[in-house]
């Protein structure tokens, strides 16, 4: 069955630290000020559970650790303490344009970004038509995305990535580009696969839209969990307190 879990996760980072790539590079910045590193303690001791079946919502200010938080389920991020376990196919839909080479073909991106996300050979030849029809660039398919307008481009990377069978769906505000028409589609399609996918976990500042779609909501300030139940009890809570989710 799927699930993640995490127990005691501290995630750090080192900023502003110059940095010198080579000798040039740090005898032109002899004699400027220094940057003293820090250290940004993205996630702080973090644990939470879900479980199979769960749709659970993550809402909080920016900086709060929502993205951060993906980004450790989906295995992008180690963390330097705690334990990290999930188990399941997991398709993360967030930066999906990742895997996509300037220089090929949307046809070839597609069948690369696929094999990226986990889909057999086999199992690309049997979607390949469909995701090129989702994602209307007909003839334009066949010249290389560098060509592509930023609303071309989008489509390309949204019709492969969402043609995947995940046991694990992990979200982050995802945004269709292009026509209304295309906009619906979209949106059809995602409603379809958080439908299929065994856990679902979205990252939102849609506080309209997260009950329609998730029963448990968690609140982040900071890296910690704030709050951590019911969608519409979570909500009320940030909405009513602001300085909660700063």
């Known amino acids: 069955m799927a699930r993640i879990h995490l127990e005691h996760v501290d995630l750090e980072f080192q900023v502003g ?14 004699g400027r000020h220094r940057r003293e590193a820090r250290t940004v303690k993205a996630l702080k001791d973090f644990s939470l559970s879900i479980g199979a079946g ?18 450790v389920m989906a295995g992008i991020y180690p963390p330097q303490r705690g334990t990290v376990v999930t188990e399941g196919h997991i398709c993360p839909l967030f930066e999906f344009v990742t895997g996509f080479e300037m ?24 979607k390949i038509d469909d995701i090129a029809a989702f994602s209307n660039l007909g003839e334009f398919l066949d010249i290389p995305v560098r060509h592509y307008s930023t609303g071309m481009f989008v489509r390309l990377a949204f019709a492969t990535s969402t043609a995947v069978d995940p046991q694990i769906l992990l979200l982050d505000e995802v945004m269709a580009a292009g026509d209304a028409a295309f906009i619906e589609s979209a949106r059809k399609r ?3 696969l958080m439908l299929r996918a065994s856990v679902v976990v979205f990252a939102s500042h849609s506080l309209d839209v997260l009950p329609s779609f998730c029963d448990r909501t968690v609140l982040l300030k900071e890296g910690r969990i704030v709050a951590d139940g019911p969608t519409a009890d979570v909500v009320r809570l940030y909405t009513a307190g602001p300085a909660l989710g700063a």
């Open 17 to 30: 630290a110059a940095r010198h790539d080579t000798l040039k590079s740090a005898v032109s910045r002899f």
């Open 54 to 71: 769960e749709r659970v919502g993550l809402i909080g200010h920016n900086g709060a650790g929502k993205s951060t938080l993906l980004k």
């Open 103 to 126: 220089e090929a073909t949307g046809w070839e991106n597609i069948r690369t970004r696929a094999l990226l996300l986990g889909m057999s050979p086999k199992e690309i030849d049997q």
């Open 190 to 192: 995602m409603n379809e």
